[in-house]
């Protein structure tokens, strides 16, 4: 399946992932972000209980310096 | 801050929260984020303005962030909208902050009009404040020196109004005093100068106005000597403060009045 993240395409086996598994692959487990899929925020206790399907559009954010 | 000499606290309060400083620092521009902490413990700042931003996905897991120098426990995070140029990418941003940092309420709105200059769109800054102050959010608000839209956006429930001096980034100092004084004068609520300040006699310019506090990234970490210039900007805010509090004699502009004794001159 092939994921919008991040404004890039990036593409997994399987047909769905969960986010949870989804920052496991993307080796960013233990850091602090939010994701929006599709427009709409995922809350973090959400994280193993939906799914990310083929074509979905994923933003992760996190804070960096700014003024 | 305390008074020392009525001994009473002066703290800063927005939004229920009391602070001891009134200096309030960005975090970007730095050369590192070991310099960042370093600056921020120098200006002795309490709340640090931080962007929201996609998070780099080709990083090594041990890659350090910002969050690992600043922990969010030890600071007041203001999340800001820098960068956003209409109200729905603001709103957005703001409620990924808040997923981000855990349900934390407090954010900086701006939403730009123009890439060139960083002047605040007001009439998008209006209906993003609306939205998100029904959303549960304290807002306090990057505005223009216009003393009609700053009772706006107080009105409709801005916790803290905060124009700027001069233009992000400028270093050009406070160009108009006279509209900053029209806002202090309005306004019920901490008013907080968040842009143009270049060096530490601007701050203290702003202070002595009576602005609640300041708001300022360039000016410490565009310094040569950025932990320095934090040091000088809490002296200046430090200073201003304590002047406006002490109240400034009147000006004279015509006449002199000696200093020293008139009678028992040496004849």
Known sequence: ?67 | MVDKISNTSDDLTIAGLSFKSRLLIGTGKYNSFKETRSAIDASQSEIVTVAIRRVNLGQSPDEASLLDFIPPEQFTYLPNTAGCYSSDEAIRTLRLARELLDGHNLVKLEVLGDPDTLYPNVVETIKAAKILIKDGFDVMVYTSDDPIIAKQLEEIGCCAIMPLASLIGSGMGILNPWNLEIIIDKANVPVIVDAGVGTASDATIAMELGCDGILMNTAIALAHNPILMASAMRKAIESGREAFLAGRMEKKPYRASPSSPVKGLIK
Not at chain 1, 37 to 49: A, H, L, Q, S, T
Not at chain 1, 57 to 67: D, F, H, Q, R, S
């Open chain 1, 1 to 67: 399946m092939k994921i919008h993240i991040n404004g890039n395409i990036k593409e997994f086996k399987g047909i769905k992932t969960t986010p949870e598994e989804l920052i496991i692959k993307l080796n960013l487990n233990g850091k602090r972000f939010a994701i929006e899929r599709n427009g709409e925020i995922i809350p973090k206790k959400d994280f193993n209980k939906i799914y990310i399907n083929d074509g979905d559009k994923i933003e992760i954010i996190g804070a960096v310096g700014g003024g």
